[in-house]
């Protein structure tokens, strides 16, 4: 377990760049997506019903952040509903099957803790590119929905490159400030099922 508390002030040092470069993000993916025509209203394969990994402690933070300032019912609610996904999604997998199980801040529809999301929910759904360092130009297509409504359209596809470079830039600063050198490989649910009980 990380012990967010114990990281609040080198987290403090380099939040308002985190914030700006997920702005950026943000905006870019609303320009692609004006592009493409592509507006996301929800749909039956919603993409919070995906188990996403998320592997930057900056992540982890930015995340524990927006939670700690829901009021203490909202993070016990919160905090329940991720032990039971985290529990459902281990018995999905047991089985052998591919876990559908919604994540525990998706709320009527809405994520609770939408300007706090991480990185793969404010850039999946629409196509990307992405040139890696090793393997060249990746390039990734939008999700089912997207090909239901634009799948046609012709545009520019968003390029994360800049956003995964800016992200590991901040990681690693981020991580030598704090010394975690503790590996991340988590969901939402596992993020949150983290929470000291009680606390933020
Ligand atoms: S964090 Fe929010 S946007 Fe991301 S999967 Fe959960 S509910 Fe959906």
Known sequence: MIAFSDLSDDY????????????????????????????????????????????????????REGFSALDPESRAAIRYRARAVHAAVAREEAAGRV??????????????????????????GIPHTFDHPMQGKISGPGCHEFDRLCGKTTAQPLD?????????????????????TQKIKKTVAEILADAEAGGP
């Open 99 to 124: 876990p559908h199980v919604m994540c525990p801040l998706n709320t009527y529809g809405r994520c609770v803790l939408y300007a706090h999301r991480p990185m793969i929910c404010r850039l999946h």
């Open 12 to 63: 403090c040092n380099i939040r308002d760049e985190v914030a700006s470069l997920f702005s950026l993000m943000d905006a870019a993916y609303d320009t692609v997506a004006a592009e493409y025509g592509f507006v996301c209203s929800g749909c039956v394969d919603n993409c919070c019903l995906t188990r996403f990994h998320h592997h930057t402690l900056i992540e982890y933070c930015y995340l």
């Open 160 to 180: 994360r490159t800049r956003f995964y470079r800016e992200m590991a830039v901040l990681e690693q600063r981020f991580r030598k400030m704090s010394g975690v």
